[in-house]
């Protein structure tokens, strides 16, 4: 997906950096609304979306739109996505999904499922806004298990085919409608557009 100018994709997906709250492994805690889940993610013709745990391109446009879409609400992200940025991404609930037991980093709560950080992400508190909804983004793995249960994409379309190592997965269109597309923008020699894609009910 798309990250911040100070941050750099993995073979998982971006994420940013951030002085957040010391970690925290997730509790089971009770919500109240159902939790909005929405993908986020840049993505090439051909589905790719990394390689060697960095972006394929550079779209200041693109990092400028990741962090006015997720600033103020939880982003969910798997550890490699993590790790390819470093430190929590700023004025967000960072969330790290891993199976790596005692796992922890500062600044980033821990869960040891989707599910697990979904209800984390529901958890009150003055470090997001009450949105209902928080971002997944990435990595590609993390992209799969959500996509289920995932009420919108938020799409970067890349023109053209990458030489990548990491891949947003299949998806069925007919379970989603294009509700937004933007027009068409061009940097660094690329043409890419956002797409919302919300969920058929």
Known sequence: MPFEDDLMTTTSTPS?????????????????AAMRLSIVAAV???????????????????????????TGA???????????IGRPLPGRRN???????GWSAVGAFTA????EAIALASRPGDDV??????????????YAQALPL?????ITEVDGDFEGDTFFP????QSFDGAARGERLEENGLGYRFVTYRRRR
């Open 150 to 154: 995932a009420d919108e994409m938020i």
């Open 112 to 115: 040891g499922s989707l599910s």
């Open 170 to 173: 299949l998806w069925e269109p």
């Open 44 to 70: 090439a013709s051909n589905r790719a979306i990394g390689r060697d745990n960095a972006l394929l391109w550079r779209l200041p446009g693109d990092m400028r739109h990741f962090r006015e879409t997720t």
């Open 16 to 32: 940013r950096n951030v002085e957040g709250p010391a970690s925290n492994a997730a509790e089971p805690a009770p919500t109240g």
């Open 129 to 142: 806004a009450v949105s209902g909804k928080a971002y997944v983004i990435g990595g590609a793995e993390l």
């Open 74 to 84: 939880p982003v969910i992200m798997g550890r490699k996505t993590w790790d390819s």
């Open 95 to 101: 969330i790290v999904v891993t199976r790596q037991a």
